[in-house]
């Protein structure tokens, strides 16, 4: 059963790039949709994007101007930068299999924006 | 975007009750639903696709319904490791896609 984990820094500064990688194990990334969804403390989930194998993305409106995801199928994993962050951006970064629904996920990072 | 409106946002229940939480679209998204069941400290797990379909593993007790706008998860009779949190979440229009605030079941 495939595997994904999240990894990257922890604790962010306010105007800098969060950059989160989903490493996925017992399978491969190809012919997969490969999705980000992060979720503020307390609160709801928040689609980001994904991205399939191939490299073409969908990404959230709303977080659009900010984002990019990208594959590196030759490590099996995939990456988030998200630029110019805030407070608001403190969340569980989530990576997941999928385009629309997810069964497999890794179990989450929380990042921190921080000065 | 559509928005997904679920109620209650929270409700106390016991072992063995019958319980029903409902999922609202904004527009008709067919039957393109999926319920998700969070504890805390995890990450969401996929119980029901396509509005009505059991995610391999999940038991029999829950259930989904519903098509259009208008989606409710029944959970048969509560077992105690059932207490979290539920989301809906659509996959009919993106981007985005889009998630429920979530109903949280206590006891």
């Known amino acids: 059963q495939v595997q994904l984990q999240e990894s990257g820094p922890g604790l962010v500064k306010p105007s800098e790039t969060l950059s989160l990688t989903c490493t996925v194990s017992?399978?491969?990334?190809?012919?997969?949709?490969w999705t980000w969804i992060r979720q503020p403390p307390g609160k709801g989930l928040e689609w980001i994007g994904y991205i399939y194998y191939s490299g073409s993305t969908k990404y959230n409106p709303s977080l659009k101007s900010r984002i990019t995801i990208s594959v590196d199928t030759s490590k099996n994993e995939f990456s988030l930068n998200l630029t110019s962050v805030t407070a608001a951006d403190t969340a569980v970064y989530y990576c997941?299999?999928?385009?629309?629904?997810?069964?497999?996920w890794g179990q989450g990072t929380l990042v921190t924006v921080s000065s | 975007d559509i928005q997904m409106t679920q109620s209650p946002s929270s409700l106390s229940a016991s072992v063995g009750d019958r319980v029903t939480i409902t999922c609202r679209a904004s527009q008709s998204i067919s039957t393109y639903l999926n319920w998700y069941q969070q504890k805390p400290g995890k990450a969401p797990k996929l119980l029901i696709y396509?509005?009505?379909s059991l995610q391999s593993g999940v038991p029999s007790r829950f259930s989904g319904s519903g098509s259009g706008t208008d989606f409710t998860l029944t959970i048969s009779s509560l077992q105690p490791e059932d207490f979290a949190t539920y989301y809906c979440?659509?996959?009919?229009?993106?981007?985005?896609?889009?998630f429920g605030q979530g109903t949280r079941l206590d006891i």
């Open positions: 997941a299999r999928g385009s629309g629904n997810y069964f497999s």
């Open positions: 396509g509005a009505s």
């Open positions: 979440q659509q996959s009919y229009s993106s981007p985005p896609i889009t």
């Open positions: 017992g399978g491969s990334i190809s012919s997969y949709y």
